[in-house]
């Protein structure tokens, strides 16, 4: 290693002369793996924590839907909404023949 004296002046000296060796240089970084993976893993959390919720409200539903939940607790129906003719309740919903 080269002696110090050479890039900085005597300690003594009010006003020590300082030479750069090397002039600054500003690399580019790019996003780190977290930051890439910040959004995905949370929206990822929040779809699953929906869908557990959702699981989690219909598991602690106490209501009564229809006819056969009703007779199957031994109670009798005393009226029922009959369901729309030529509708379906759900656009995924098949009727059997």
Do not use: C, N
């Not at 929040?46 to 602690?60: C, H, I, K, S, W």
């Amino acid at each position: 290693m080269e002696d110090s004296g050479d890039f900085v002046g005597p300690l003594g000296d009010a006003r020590p002369v300082l030479r750069l060796i090397d002039p600054p240089v500003v690399f580019p970084v790019g996003r780190s793996l977290k930051q890439k993976l910040d959004i995905p893993l949370r929206l990822g959390l929040a779809f699953l924590a929906g869908v557990a919720l959702t699981f989690l409200l219909d598991y602690l539903d106490t209501s009564l839907r229809d006819r056969a939940e009703v007779e199957a607790l031994g109670l009798s129906v005393l009226g029922e909404i009959p369901p729309l003719s030529g509708r379906r309740r759900w656009p995924w919903e098949r009727r059997l023949p």
